[in-house]
């Protein structure tokens, strides 16, 4: 079956530094992936949809300064937490379609970013 | 960003009982619905879907109930095991722009 496969999936940097999380479809092409994030407790929250080789289109609200979102290739597409701050700590998931299910919705095993 | 609500219920069965967790949904022009299971920790897993055209869908021991006048859907679980245990979410597509939606969530704790 269809495999995202997301990295690095813990993750714990200083307040200022950038993080970048990458998500891998490994065995199907993925023109589409999006991008969530979690916070404990809560459900999760689209931050953006990723587009191969167009820029991605960001949900209200979020910063797409602080959020950089890169989809080189049919298969890869990476999200780069900028000048990272404690209150950016939560947990990344992506997803792409193209697997099962009428779309196809396949989700990564989520990065959990703490910035200390 | 997008989502529906910041609380988290909770439902507790007896291991052996029928579970149904319900999820209202927001958009009357959503066309396709899934619910997944996330266990701490991990990314969301597919559980069942349904196609706005259908009121209803089985899979294994899981069943899928949509109502669109009332934007409502259900999942059942017959014969709810420990293993169930799990944050429950329906997820909607809205449309044309294939984006996908999450529900509040549902804490499914089964009690041995």
């Known amino acids: 079956g269809a495999v995202v496969s997301q990295h690095p999936s813990r993750v714990i940097c200083k307040s200022g530094t950038s993080v970048k999380i990458e998500c891998r479809s490994l065995?199907?092409?993925?023109?589409?992936m999006f991008w969530y994030r979690q916070f404990p407790k809560q459900s999760l929250m689209l931050m953006a949809t990723?587009?191969?080789?167009?820029?991605?289109?960001?949900e209200q609200g979020v910063e797409k300064d602080k959020f950089l979102i890169n989809h080189a290739s049919l298969t890869l597409s990476t999200l780069t937490v900028t000048s990272a701050h404690p209150e950016d700590s939560s947990f990344y998931i992506c997803?792409?379609?193209?697997?099962?299910?009428?779309?196809?919705?396949?989700f990564g095993s989520g990065t959990r970013l703490t910035v200390v | 960003g997008e989502s529906v609500g910041l609380h988290l219920p909770t439902l507790s069965v007896q291991e052996g009982d029928n579970s149904i967790i319900n999820c209202a949904y927001s958009n009357s022009a959503s066309d396709y619905f899934i619910w997944y299971k996330q266990e701490s920790g991990k990314g969301p897993q597919f559980i069942i879907d349904?196609?706005?055209?259908?009121d209803k869908r089985q899979g294994q021991r899981v069943t899928v109930l949509l109502n669109k006048t009332v934007k409502h859907l259900s999942l059942q679980i017959a014969a709810t095991q420990p293993g169930d245990s799990a944050v429950y979410f329906c997820?909607?597509?809205?449309?044309?722009?294939?984006?996908?939606?999450f529900g509040t969530g549902t804490l499914l704790a089964v009690q041995p």
């Open positions: 349904i196609r706005s055209n259908m």
């Open positions: 065995d199907f092409q993925a023109t589409t």
């Open positions: 997820a909607e597509n809205g449309g044309a722009t294939n984006k996908l939606i």
């Open positions: 997803s792409a379609i193209g697997g099962r299910g009428v779309y196809g919705y396949t």
């Open positions: 990723s587009n191969e080789g167009s820029k991605a289109t960001y």
